[in-house]
């Protein structure tokens, strides 16, 4: 029943996500016609109704088109969780919230539709308002996901793990699994599921470039997750293995294992720079003490006074800089750190954007050694 529960979040979630981008777009007239978040929902719908048999007159519950799913969220979400057998809409009302939301948009004729106020302040949810802006709304969305679940228990320590090489690849065999995968996998079951998918390969290579566990979509074809790596794969390092285990999932490479590889070098830098004195201190993930976590990566005071709050990021589109949602601080300066090889179009393409001018500034790895006095 949980698997169910959860793909009914997902396909809700996604699609609601999807008519926000939808009507976004026509907004701002884009012709671009494929929504990823719309088709993936409609995906989860199709594969509900047939694996759970959710039919009703012979036709499907839940939606598996775009017409399908604008129609339903025209309705309070009462109306398709009341169309599902009992046991599904029970689980429904007791595991979710869906229940009680009305309608999330409301038809102006000629087939248009604007979101309701209802629909608004269900995009003001948590996961929701931070990914409905972004390029990728579902890794986005996902990563959200992973980031609660890692507040519910010790983020420091979990965070530190998944950034971690070591834990990139995890047999399932425990004697073969370091303590702290061992502890990880008990003390946190539902974290370690959520960024873990299960390997069945027999040999498995790690990137050279930057240690993650390489794709292999046909035999044979190597791929990394991080696009950079893809030119350099002649030079991967095979994985001993100690029979199945599991593989840390694109999501968490995204959102956590590489920012956390720029992390690390920003945070050498800083301890340089306390000891020759032009960094007075310095907190990781300060947002700890109010439970919020993913603002900013350090808050690092100065000798000189001035108060800096850096962001690390590694992202090929620069619009994810652009366009990331930020939380100012009076008194202090915002900093992105992003790494060398980025390109002068790139530095450019966020520096002299009008959403940064005279609010943010991007700096490369070496332009923060020089604003830090490191050399
Ligand atoms: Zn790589």
Known sequence: MKEFVENFSKMMDYGFLGVYRRQKMSEENVQTRFVAALAKACGIGAFLNLKYELYKDGEPILPQTEYQMFKMFELPLAEIIDDLPEKYRHAVMEETNYYDIEALLEGIGNGKVIITEEGYIMLGERKLHASKDEIDQISEYNGQLIYEELCKGDYVKNRHFLECGENVYIPENAISQSEEQAKLIKAYPELFRMCYVKNTRTSLYRCKRCGMVLRENKIGVFSCVSQKCNAQLDKKIEIEMHGPGWVMNDIVARNIYYPGQLEQTIKKILETGKEIGTVEQYELW???????????????QMNSGRILLVDAKDVENPHWIINDKREFLEGTEFIYVVPDDKS????????????????????????????????
């Open 344 to 375: 002068k179009i790139y530095m450019n393409q966020v520096n002299d954007h009008t959403n940064c001018v005279g609010k943010v500034q991007c700096l490369r790895v070496k332009e923060l050694k020089k604003l830090i006095g490191v050399k």
């Open 286 to 300: 300060p947002g700890k003490h109010e439970g919020i976590y993913d603002t900013w990566d350090f808050k690092v």
